[in-house]
């Protein structure tokens, strides 16, 4: 069956219900995960710092879930579950985040690096709007090459105020690029909040600017993000360019393991919390008939275990020697 | 052979490698039917197209962002940045990014791409488009430094740095672009992180980059004069460094000058020195090491000016005689 958003919009029908339903364990996947570090960095068991996307699930696994194994993607500091979505697997970055050898980097690139090449990952990036430009070069590939593979640029509110948006932007309009620009607005950038920080209300009115289309999404609705990723992915495959998809969320937790959240109210994050995208997948996949409540809570356990496994692989890992001090290292 | 200038080699080695190998293309600013700011380019759009041959936008944050990401996922490309002091907005994508993919992502993916751009005072451009920021560069682990001297060199070492699977930066002289050598018509190799000795000889050693080898070269042929055998090596790739070359002169002459034109205060002449006095070396030197560079100024406008701000041959001769108590 397809799933009916409105009477206008069906979801995109490459998307059976297998896979819809596995995108719910997923939502969960990616938010056990995050739980999961919260806790080890709470506890002084991984160092260094970590950026969680507690909230945001919806646009990961949305937009992920209408990529091929050859479509690529650029993540960001908070990009755990976008590696997840886009096929990473929970071992080997909670290895990574362990410093373990067996870690997606060798234990060498940490929370912000996790990057899988081979899969189509081009890399999370501690570079506010670091990864535009790079996402820019993947697509110009794509085009050069004459391959049929997108690239999806995630970035948040802030990165949208950066020159290098600007700049990677604009260029792939100018060239007609595959690229979808996912702006994850969370509405923080540590703790400038987007109504002091961006003098528009909808950053997706941005695209205009570079000639392209912008689109606003409910970023805590999957089914809106995927439908909007949809019409992004056959423009960009058709050859006519870049869109600019503005997803609407909240990261339920700080900016990073060191914030007091001075910035915000605790009444805002409780009318966040309450639009919570895993819940409301839930109630959309039993509507319509996909699952059941036992099932949904055999998916949710199923991820938690998945979530143990992780970290029982990533404690059993070895740790690098020092002499993994200088491998890679060409020049 | 036939002569060609430092320009056309640059050009041949693109344009070879392109005719050869479908990935490799170059983007920059005004390359295409502008031929590029100081003419590298030209005629390239016409045999190659504007798609291999891509004229950007003025965005060197975005173009440098580009070329690594095209880099990344299987292209070979050649990002002209138009003045070598352009590279400070494009610092991000070559330090931050390009720099460190190989490593930070545990020895996967591959970013093989060469900047090439422009360096150097002495066109009375003045301070923005006049620098000689290479030591910036050099302190980035992830990055290869190149410096060609000459034609013959430019052409060999750019070939060198297009076949490398790594980022490469390549330093093109401005004054040398009108500069001349025989240059086989073929294309051929020269390996990154091999010094060249320019000229041999046995009383002081002169260590010299990009235009500051021609001037150590006429600095030499005077000081022959005087009975004062100098030896002169271009070490034509600052990152990997031939130490090996350079100590062994050390040790022959015992006495070394080292220049550059980049400032002196933390330009790359500094690493040179102390690479030469943590060696075996040091117990041969028979006087201080000396080191020429910039002024600490901006580079100023005024011809005078500018060329005061440059080690000039008298320079060089001054502190090659030095190193001897000749003065």
């Given at each position: 069956?397809k799933l009916?958003l409105t009477?206008e919009k069906l979801l995109a029908p490459k998307i059976s219900?297998?896979k819809l339903?596995?995108?719910?364990?997923?939502?969960?996947?990616?938010?056990?995960?995050?739980?999961?570090?919260?806790?080890?960095?709470?506890?002084?068991?991984?160092?260094?710092?970590?950026?969680?996307?507690?909230?945001?699930?919806?646009s990961a696994s949305g937009v992920c879930a209408l990529l091929d194994i050859d479509d690529k993607i650029t993540?960001?500091?908070?990009?755990?579950?976008h590696?997840?979505a886009k096929g990473?697997?929970?071992?080997?970055?909670?290895?990574?985040?362990?410093?373990?050898?067996?870690?997606?980097?060798?234990?060498?690139?940490?929370?912000?690096?996790?990057?899988?090449?081979?899969m189509g990952n081009l890399?999370?990036?501690?570079?506010?709007?670091?990864g535009i430009p790079l996402a820019v070069g993947s697509a110009l590939t794509a085009k050069m090459k004459n391959l049929n593979y997108v690239t999806v640029c995630f970035f948040?509110?802030?990165?949208?105020?950066?020159?290098?948006f600007h700049e990677a932007v604009n260029l792939a309009s100018i060239w007609d690029l595959p690229v979808i620009f996912v702006c994850e607005?969370?509405?923080?950038?540590?703790?400038?909040?987007?109504?002091?920080?961006?003098?528009?209300?909808d950053i997706a009115t941005r695209a205009k600017a570079y000639g392209i289309p912008g689109v606003v999404a409910?970023?805590?609705?999957i089914i809106e993000i995927m439908n909007v990723t949809d019409d992004a992915i056959k423009r960009a495959r058709r050859g006519d360019g870049p869109t600019l998809i503005e997803a609407?969320?909240?990261?339920?937790?700080?900016?990073?393991?060191?914030?007091?959240?001075?910035?915000?109210?605790?009444?805002?994050?409780?009318?966040?919390?309450?639009?919570?995208?895993?819940?409301?997948?839930?109630?959309?996949?039993?509507?319509?008939?996909?699952?059941?409540?036992?099932?949904?809570?055999?998916?949710?356990?199923?991820?938690?275990?998945?979530?143990?496994?992780?970290?029982?692989?990533?404690?059993?890992?070895?740790?690098?020697?020092?002499?993994?001090?200088?491998?890679?290292?060409?020049? | 052979?036939?002569?060609?200038?430092?320009?056309?080699?640059?050009?041949?080695?693109?344009?070879?490698?392109?005719?050869?190998?479908k990935d490799?293309f170059?983007l920059?600013?005004?390359?295409?039917?502008?031929?590029?700011?100081?003419?590298?380019?030209?005629?390239?759009?016409?045999?190659?197209g504007p798609e291999r041959?891509r004229n950007t936008p003025?965005?060197?944050?975005g173009i440098?962002g580009a070329?690594?990401g095209s880099?990344l996922t299987g292209m070979?490309?050649?990002?002209?940045?138009?003045?070598?002091?352009?590279?400070?907005?494009?610092?991000?994508?070559?330090?931050?990014?390009?720099?460190?993919?190989?490593?930070?992502?545990?020895?996967?993916?591959?970013?093989?791409?060469?900047?090439?751009?422009?360096?150097?005072?002495?066109?009375?451009?003045?301070?923005?488009?006049?620098?000689?920021?290479?030591?910036?560069?050099?302190?980035?682990?992830?990055?290869?430094?190149?410096?060609?001297?000459?034609?013959?060199?430019?052409?060999?070492?750019?070939?060198?740095?297009?076949?490398?699977?790594?980022?490469?930066?390549?330093?093109?002289?401005?004054?040398?672009?009108?500069?001349?050598?025989?240059?086989?018509?073929?294309?051929?190799?020269?390996?990154?992180?091999?010094?060249?000795?320019?000229?041999?000889?046995?009383?002081?050693?002169?260590?010299?980059?990009?235009?500051?080898?021609?001037?150590?070269?006429?600095?030499?042929?005077?000081?022959?004069?005087?009975?004062?055998?100098?030896?002169?090596?271009?070490?034509?790739?600052?990152?990997?460094?031939?130490?090996?070359?350079?100590?062994?002169?050390?040790?022959?002459?015992?006495?070394?000058?080292?220049?550059?034109?980049?400032?002196?205060?933390?330009?790359?002449?500094?690493?040179?020195?102390?690479?030469?006095?943590?060696?075996?070396?040091?117990?041969?030197?028979?006087?201080?090491?000396?080191?020429?560079?910039?002024?600490?100024?901006?580079?100023?406008?005024?011809?005078?000016?500018?060329?005061?701000?440059?080690?000039?041959?008298?320079?060089?001769?001054?502190?090659?005689?030095?190193?001897?108590?000749?003065?």
């Amino acid at each position: 069956m397809k799933l009916k958003l409105t009477e206008e919009k069906l979801l995109a029908p490459k998307i059976s219900n297998e896979k819809l339903v596995g995108l719910y364990k997923q939502m969960w996947l990616i938010r056990y995960f995050d739980e999961k570090v919260d806790e080890f960095f709470a506890k002084g068991m991984i160092h260094g710092t970590t950026h969680l996307a507690v909230g945001q699930e919806a646009s990961a696994s949305g937009v992920c879930a209408l990529l091929d194994i050859d479509d690529k993607i650029t993540s960001t500091h908070r990009g755990h579950g976008h590696c997840i979505a886009k096929g990473a697997t929970a071992d080997k970055m909670m290895a990574e985040l362990f410093g373990r050898t067996t870690g997606y980097c060798k234990g060498k690139g940490g929370s912000m690096h996790i990057a899988d090449v081979d899969m189509g990952n081009l890399g999370a990036n501690g570079i506010v709007a670091g990864g535009i430009p790079l996402a820019v070069g993947s697509a110009l590939t794509a085009k050069m090459k004459n391959l049929n593979y997108v690239t999806v640029c995630f970035f948040g509110d802030g990165a949208t105020n950066e020159g290098s948006f600007h700049e990677a932007v604009n260029l792939a309009s100018i060239w007609d690029l595959p690229v979808i620009f996912v702006c994850e607005n969370n509405q923080y950038g540590m703790s400038g909040s987007v109504k002091e920080m961006i003098n528009v209300d909808d950053i997706a009115t941005r695209a205009k600017a570079y000639g392209i289309p912008g689109v606003v999404a409910d970023g805590n609705d999957i089914i809106e993000i995927m439908n909007v990723t949809d019409d992004a992915i056959k423009r960009a495959r058709r050859g006519d360019g870049p869109t600019l998809i503005e997803a609407k969320t909240y990261r339920w937790k700080g900016h990073s393991k060191s914030d007091a959240k001075k910035y915000r109210t605790r009444e805002e994050e409780k009318e966040w919390r309450a639009k919570d995208p895993i819940k409301r997948y839930k109630q959309v996949l039993i509507d319509a008939g996909l699952f059941t409540e036992e099932t949904a809570e055999e998916l949710r356990l199923a991820a938690k275990k998945e979530i143990e496994d992780a970290v029982k692989f990533s404690e059993e890992s070895p740790m690098p020697t020092l002499d993994d001090l200088l491998t890679d290292v060409y020049a | 052979m036939r002569e060609i200038t430092y320009l056309e080699a640059v050009r041949e080695a693109m344009s070879l490698e392109m005719r050869k190998n479908k990935d490799v293309f170059i983007l920059g600013e005004d390359i295409g039917v502008y031929g590029g700011a100081f003419g590298v380019t030209r005629g390239m759009i016409e045999e190659f197209g504007p798609e291999r041959v891509r004229n950007t936008p003025i965005s060197e944050a975005g173009i440098a962002g580009a070329a690594v990401g095209s880099a990344l996922t299987g292209m070979r490309p050649i990002l002209e940045l138009q003045f070598s002091d352009f590279i400070t907005i494009a610092l991000d994508q070559i330090v931050n990014q390009a720099a460190k993919i190989r490593y930070m992502y545990g020895g996967k993916g591959k970013v093989p791409m060469v900047v090439r751009t422009p360096s150097g005072s002495g066109t009375g451009a003045a301070a923005q488009h006049s620098q000689s920021l290479e030591a910036w560069v050099t302190h980035i682990p992830g990055l290869k430094v190149v410096q060609p001297s000459t034609a013959y060199d430019a052409k060999g070492l750019l070939k060198a740095a297009m076949d490398d699977d790594n980022p490469v930066i390549f330093y093109e002289h401005k004054l040398l672009y009108k500069t001349s050598s025989d240059v086989p018509e073929e294309a051929y190799s020269l390996p990154l992180g091999k010094a060249d000795v320019k000229r041999e000889g046995s009383d002081v050693t002169i260590v010299a980059t990009a235009i500051m080898v021609h001037r150590a070269l006429e600095a030499a042929a005077e000081l022959e004069k005087e009975g004062i055998s100098i030896e002169v090596i271009d070490p034509c790739t600052l990152v990997p460094l031939d130490e090996e070359t350079i100590i062994k002169s050390v040790v022959k002459t015992g006495r070394v000058v080292v220049v550059h034109e980049a400032v002196k205060r933390g330009g790359y002449g500094g690493e040179i020195a102390s690479m030469i006095a943590e060696s075996e070396a040091f117990d041969y030197l028979d006087a201080p090491i000396k080191r020429l560079g910039g002024a600490p100024s901006p580079v100023p406008y005024h011809p005078d000016l500018e060329k005061a701000h440059a080690p000039q041959v008298s320079n060089i001769i001054q502190a090659a005689k030095e190193t001897l108590n000749k003065v």
